[in-house]
């Protein structure tokens, strides 16, 4: 069973300019993401995905393979399932782990454990979710909770939001849903696997990226 990670890094961002350069403690995002690939020991082949020669000596330095994306995939329009595809039809595997390095404080472990689920369980889509034990709405309607009763957060229904730390599929599956014109995302049969909080928080704004690095500094400095 061939098992390859997937690190998406593009150069371009909008809301934080040069993300993936952008450091949390001493290490760059793209260089946190492979390095922690690196130590989990899990996976065939370790790939990072940009069209950004910067983050392909990056790649090459931390001793990792480089797929150089088209152009046309790196702007601010292309969807997921575009470079995602366009990766998968070029390299051979039988799942691909798609390790993001907007979450800094996803855990080494975690991606052990995440992998070795995947394979025993065999989903053709495997998302990562944070739990949330709070009273939540939709559209202005409870979701989880009544408003004919006050509930302790404890005896709540859990709700699960994806967190896309860390996603995986089964290669033959996305492409074909793909090809047929069909959400490659949310493919076949689909799995979750539960983060703690730190893990599923993502780096978008400036804000997040200072609170990352305090969180990183004061509970995970020793992760590397």
Same mark, same amino acid.
């Given at each position: 069973?061939?098992?390859v990670?997937?690190i998406p890094?593009r150069? %371009?961002s909008?809301r ?6 952008r450091?949390? %403690? ?9 390095r922690?690939?690196?130590r989990?020991?899990v996976f065939?082949?370790i790939?990072?995905?940009?069209e950004?020669?910067e983050i ?8 990792v ?5 088209p152009?046309?995939?790196a702007d601010?329009? *292309? ?9 998968l ?15 800094p ?6 991606i ?6 995947l394979?025993?369980?065999k989903?053709d889509?495997?998302l990562?979710?944070?739990e949330?034990?709070?009273?939540c709405?939709y559209k ?8 004919e ?7 709540? *229904?859990?709700?699960?939001k ?5 996603t ?20 076949g049969?689909i ?34």
């Amino acid at each position: 069973m061939k098992v390859v990670c997937m690190i998406p890094a593009r150069l %371009g961002s909008q809301r934080l300019k040069y993300k993936n350069l952008r450091k949390i %403690g001493e290490y760059s995002l793209v260089q946190l993401a492979i390095r922690k690939a690196l130590r989990a020991e899990v996976f065939d082949e370790i790939w990072v995905n940009s069209e950004s020669e910067e983050i392909e000596k990056i790649a090459l330095q931390e001793g990792v393979r480089f797929h150089k994306r088209p152009q046309n995939l790196a702007d601010n329009i *292309t969807t997921s399932e575009e470079y995602v595809y366009e990766f998968l039809k070029k390299h051979e595997c039988d799942y691909v782990v798609q390790l993001h390095t907007i979450a800094p404080l996803l855990t080494i472990e975690e991606i052990k454990k995440f992998v070795n689920r995947l394979l025993s369980l065999k989903y053709d889509t495997f998302l990562s979710v944070e739990e949330i034990i709070l009273e939540c709405i939709y559209k202005n309607k409870p979701i989880n909770f009544s408003v004919e009763l006050k509930e302790n957060s404890q005896d709540l *229904t859990p709700i699960h939001k994806i967190a896309w730390s860390i996603t995986a599929w089964k290669r033959e599956v996305y492409i074909r849903s793909f090809e047929n014109k069909k959400c490659a995302t949310y493919s076949g049969r689909i799995g979750y696997f539960k983060l703690n909080k730190f893990s599923a928080h993502v780096i978008k704004t400036e804000e997040d990226l200072i609170l990352a690095n305090l969180i990183f500094k004061y509970f995970f400095r020793d992760e590397l």
